[in-house]
T-cell receptor, first 114, second 111 residues
Framework: DSGVTQTPKHLITATGQRVTLRCSPR?????VYWYQQSLDQGLQFLIH???????AKGNILERFSAQQFPDLHSELNLSSLELGDSALYFC?????????????FGPGTRLTVL | GQQLNQSPQSMFIQEGEDVSMNCTSS?????WLWYKQDPGEGPVLLIA?????ELTSNGRLTAQFGITRKDSFLNISASIPSDVGIYFC???????????FGTGTRLKVLA
């Protein structure tokens, strides 16, 4: 158990709908990252938040948005869903302490768009 | 976005064999991380490396931080069926909070 939690585990919805994925980082970690992984593909970086502020954006569509709340949990909002948005979505948090620089992943949310 | 090159992309091996894979970059890093991902699960951190030339083991796994700081290697000794999965490398630099991931090596072990 990495200490990063994600809900829900599975999500099935229809095209055109909107969903929200939730992530809680490890205790004490200020950074939250979101990744998308399509079938048999690598990890595509979407967005990074640090202590409530957006730090970096990757290949995130305009239909997608995220935020990090004061309690450090984060939500990824996906709207106007398309079939191609079906994927695993991972949240990760990082510990950067002196020389340590490690990232820990949650169990993921599997999104299926029908 | 930028990705690191991992080799091989996939491999089938016999149970009991040793496995080697590598990860290369065009830029230098001061941290290399190795992860394993089981199907439908999140990547799990296996080994973290922080110094050029460093060799670190975790059970049957051994990883090395290349001396050029542009590559890293992972070896698995005496493979077993549960070693099946995708192995990802990642490079990072202190203070940047940015992680660059490799394309993954898919390992399949034949019993």
């Amino acid at each position: 158990d990495s200490g990063v939690t994600q809900t829900p585990k599975h999500l099935i919805t229809a095209t055109g709908q909107r969903v929200t994925l939730r992530c809680s980082p490890r205790s004490g970690d200020l950074s939250v990252y979101w990744y998308q992984q399509s079938l048999d593909q690598g990890l595509q970086f979407l967005i990074h938040y640090y202590n409530g502020e957006e730090r970096a954006k990757g290949n995130i569509l305009e239909r997608f948005s995220a935020q990090q709340f004061p309690d450090l949990h984060s939500e990824l909002n996906l709207s106007s869903l398309e079939l191609g948005d079906s994927a695993l979505y991972f949240c990760a948090s990082s510990v950067v302490n002196g020389y340590r620089n490690e990232q820990f992943f949650g169990p993921g949310t599997r999104l299926t768009v029908l | 976005g930028q990705q690191l090159n991992q080799s091989p992309q996939s491999m089938f091996i016999q149970e009991g064999e040793d496995v080697s894979m590598n990860c290369t970059s065009s830029s230098i890093f001061n941290t290399w991380l190795w992860y394993k991902q089981d199907p439908g699960e999140g990547p799990v951190l296996l080994i973290a490396l922080y110094k050029a030339g460093e060799l670190t083991s975790n059970g049957r796994l051994t990883a090395q931080f290349g001396i050029t700081r542009k590559d890293s290697f992972l070896n698995i000794s005496a493979s077993i069926p549960s070693d099946v999965g995708i192995y990802f490398c990642a490079g990072a630099n202190s203070g940047t909070y940015k992680y660059i991931f490799g394309t993954g090596t898919r390992l399949k072990v034949l019993a």
